[in-house]
């Protein structure tokens, strides 16, 4: 059973980074892209970064510049590096594999970021 596993959220000031892990475990292969949402209480959630295997990554405009989306295929993890933190980053974020066969969400993981 393929299982996505978020960490590294937390409480943190104005301005400051956290960096967000994803691990994924199971029977998980051919990863065409990886991905962090977030959705904030109220609001919709939204597509932050993207990588996509051997091509580009992509930023929401509200994060270009501050936050950084890596991901490993071999190990099946996926980071963002978050820096500059805002209290508007505030949201519950998951991490979201898209494969050739089905796409798998994380649990989500809390960032909480007080001014």
């Known amino acids: 059973q393929v299982q996505l596993v978020e960490s590294g959220g937390g409480v943190v000031q104005a301005g400051e980074s956290l960096t967000l892990s994803c691990a994924a475990s199971?029977?998980?292969?051919?990863?065409?892209?990886m991905r962090w949402y977030r959705q904030a209480p109220g609001k919709q959630r939204e597509l932050v970064a993207s990588i996509t295997i051997g091509g580009p990554t992509t930023y929401v405009d509200s994060v270009k510049g501050r936050f950084t989306i890596s991901g490993n295929v071999a190990k099946k993890m996926v980071y963002l590096q978050m820096s500059s933190l805002k209290p508007e980053d505030t949201a519950v974020y998951y991490c979201?594999?898209?494969?050739?066969?089905?796409?798998?969400w994380g649990q989500g993981t809390q960032v909480t970021v007080s001014s």
């Open positions: 979201y594999l898209r494969t050739m066969v089905q796409n798998y």
């Open positions: 199971g029977g998980i292969s051919s990863i065409r892209d």
